[in-house]
């Protein structure tokens, strides 16, 4: 309604004119926010508007011209889309009571009757609102504009009863062109109305791909996750929008809202999340944001008026998963965040290691790597003395007072708690998990005085010798410190180094090997990759002209789905043997991400690494497997297609995006596309390689 208003008046009187509206209607809103949609004002502001803008133009029926000139300056827009999909302007009618909704929420339209090229409405305003005559005019204006939105004339519209003349309601009786309504059974109107839904249908579908690009294009999770509030929020009409979603248990609750005003949004977050069961009622409209691995949160919509209807439902649903996806990549990114950063801490830990030559040495080093390594609040290792047949304290974290004293001045005996004594007869590093609920009355009662609600022992043993413990503990959050495969990797690892100081030339071979290579594959790694392809554009390995090859297996997912990720593991190996046996000795093979390969092919351009691309390509096709593999190839040249690391790869990267929009199981190359397929449009750049 601002909307329309706003381009009535600036179409009559110009920009001075709008700008004189605001101010005599004593609002404060920019132009453009009031154009935008997909925003809400309050009842009084509209009010205001229309008195201004009478005022203004001169014009005393203005809400009757706005509301008939709605269909015209917004055909396009999400609101109209959603009334043309109903099909007809009848069904429009009967739904009046649902669709009304989506421009105001304080007042109630009710169908009376409903026939074809007739309808009786009745409209009230709600408790606590009165109507006004300007909006009555509206009303009017807009119940005229159901038959345009399908390419009939406007309906004609009588009020016989008005609220603002002292009636109980305002009674409507809307007239239109029954014969030419029904002349959509005519093959010719008939292929224009279902052309109209077509037209409907692809701008639902452009707000999605629109979203979808957004998503691609996004390496911020909050940005993201507020572009899809902001869709969802245009493409399913109320006042009031929230997503609530956590990317892991315990963590923050990332909140992102519209509408919210008199209302706390973060405490709305909450309640929302700890909701067991949130109903699905009328006035509230809530979708679950999870993907088939995770649930996230939840994303609502809330109107005062209620009425959804369920192409909505399913529509919020849509944006909904795409919030879910947003958080998959978002913890996938984190995760391999965070195993990047446990690689390089450990890898800082046994170089630390190395150079030590006491065993307070080893202590201080452990305790200063572990945080990197473990989310934690304290870290302690305690290291066996055999003149004191006891555990003492060799480092530990910064505490504060009584607590580091109490600390530091432990001894701990094996008659003092049953795990050491146990520990001490048969050393073996499985790492022990106590609450302060522990049996153990020794270990609780150390636990009560630090605070700590949860404490990890993990021994420190190496060729069946127990040289101590390492101690790791929370004092809030527990779930950080719950045991897990993963965790129990990190802190066998972290001990092992310590455990072993004497080996630890042959630690960091391992570990460098292990942060250079693929671990499923055994190919070159993400950072073996990197390094290479620097060494390449500097020329030191001799050669100044270089293709990279980017590979990609086609419809991976399938192979998952149908027969499970052993067997997606299994092809993971497959196509990596088969890509280094049929390289040539000097190129090099990489597993860059999860079904993406590299190969770097020096001394060729990308005309000559066409035959090398599609031989591999052929390779991989013949392999015998339980489901056919195809891979797609895009190839980039240095320096002919590019001036820079980041520019080579996008260039690779669009070029197997092209053959993979051509259909696949094909060899693209950066400056031609696939053979026969043309100029594809390039895929959008990727947060991380």
Request: aromatic letters at 6%; one cysteine or more; hydrophobic letters at 40%.
């Amino acid at each position: 309604m601002a909307s329309t208003l706003l381009r009535h008046v600036r179409a009559k009187l110009g920009q001075e004119a709008v700008d004189g509206l605001l101010q005599t209607a004593g609002l404060d809103y920019a132009p453009g926010y009031l154009e935008d949609v997909g925003n809400w004002i309050w009842y009084d502001e509209a009010v205001a508007l229309f008195e201004a803008a009478a005022t203004i133009t001169g014009d005393e029926r203005i809400g009757l011209r706005v509301g008939e000139e709605t269909v015209r300056q917004h055909a396009g827009t999400p609101v109209a889309t959603l009334l043309r999909s109903l099909g007809s302007p009848q069904a429009i009618y009967e739904q009046l009571a649902v669709t009304v909704t989506k421009f105001s929420t304080v007042t109630d339209l009710v169908p009376l009757e409903v026939v074809p090229g007739r309808a009786v409405l009745r409209a009230k305003a709600r408790p606590g609102f009165q109507r006004h005559r300007h909006l009555c005019d509206w009303t009017r204006g807009l119940l005229s504009q159901p038959p345009m939105l399908f390419g009939l004339p406007p309906a004609r519209v009588e009020e016989s009863c008005c609220e603002t003349r002292g009636d109980d309601d305002c009674r409507y009786t809307v007239t239109w062109d029954a014969d030419r309504a029904a002349s959509a059974a005519d093959p010719h109107e008939l292929v224009t109305a279902l052309e109209t839904q077509l037209v409907a249908m692809g701008d639902r579908l452009d707000s999605m791909y629109a979203t979808a690009r957004d998503l691609i294009a996004s390496d911020d999770v909050d940005a993201a996750l507020a572009r899809i509030t902001e869709r969802a929020a245009t493409a399913v009409r109320a006042p009031k929008y929230l997503l609530a979603v956590r990317t892991r248990a315990g963590g923050r609750v990332h909140v992102h809202h519209r509408g919210f005003i008199d209302e706390d949004p973060e405490a709305a977050a909450r309640a929302l999340l700890e909701d067991a069961e949130p109903e699905q009622d009328e006035i509230r409209l809530v979708a679950e944001v999870a993907s088939q691995t995770r649930e996230y949160g939840r994303l609502m919509a809330a109107s005062p008026a209620g009425g959804f209807l369920p192409q909505e439902r399913d529509l919020f649903a849509v944006y909904a998963r795409y919030a879910a996806s947003v958080l998959d990549t978002a913890t996938a990114l984190d995760e391999a965040r965070r195993q990047h950063a446990q690689s390089r801490a450990l890898l800082d830990l046994s170089q630390a290691v190395a150079t030590a030559t006491t065993g307070d040495q080893v202590a201080e080093r452990l305790v200063d790597a572990v945080p990197a390594v473990v989310d934690c609040d304290r870290v302690a290792v305690f290291l066996w003395s055999d003149q004191e047949e006891a555990l003492t304290c060799r480092a530990v974290t910064e505490l504060s007072g009584d607590v580091s004293d109490l600390v530091r001045e432990l001894r701990l005996r094996p008659s003092d708690t049953p795990i050491l004594a146990d520990l001490v007869d048969k050393p073996e590093p499985r790492p022990r998990f106590l609450d302060s609920d522990t049996p153990d009355e020794f270990a609780g009662q150390i636990m009560r005085r630090l605070g700590s609600r949860v404490l990890v022992i993990v021994p420190i043993v190496a060729h069946g010798r127990f040289y101590g413990i390492l101690t790791v503990s929370v004092v809030e959050r527990p779930e950080r410190l719950r045991s897990t495969p993963a965790l129990n990797s990190s802190l066998a690892g972290v001990v092992a180094q310590a455990a072993i100081s004497l080996d630890n030339a042959r630690l960091i071979e391992s570990m460098a090997h292990q942060a250079r290579h693929d671990s499923r594959t055994g190919l070159l790694g993400h950072r073996a990759f990197h390094e290479a392809l620097e060494n390449g554009l500097r020329g030191e390995n001799g050669d100044r002209v270089f293709t990279l090859a980017i590979i990609d297996i086609d419809d991976f997912k399938l192979v998952n789905d149908l027969h499970g990720h052993p067997a997606g593991d299994e092809a993971l190996r497959h196509v990596a043997e088969t890509l280094r046996r049929c390289v040539r000795d000097q190129d090099l093979v990489f597993r860059v991400g999860g079904e993406e390969f590299a190969v770097l092919l020096p001394g060729l351009t990308g005309e000559n690494a066409l035959p090398v691309a599609e031989r591999l390509r052929s390779a991989v096709a013949r392999m015998p497997f339980a489901l056919p593999l195809r891979v797609s190839i895009g190839l980039a040249s240095w320096p002919d297609d590019a001036e820079d690391r980041d520019g080579l790869l996008e260039r690779a990267d669009d070029a197997l995006y092209a053959a993979k929009h051509a259909g696949k199981d094909r060899t693209s190359l950066a400056t031609t596309g696939p053979p026969g397929a043309g100029t594809a449009t390039p895929r959008p750049q990727r947060s991380n390689f």
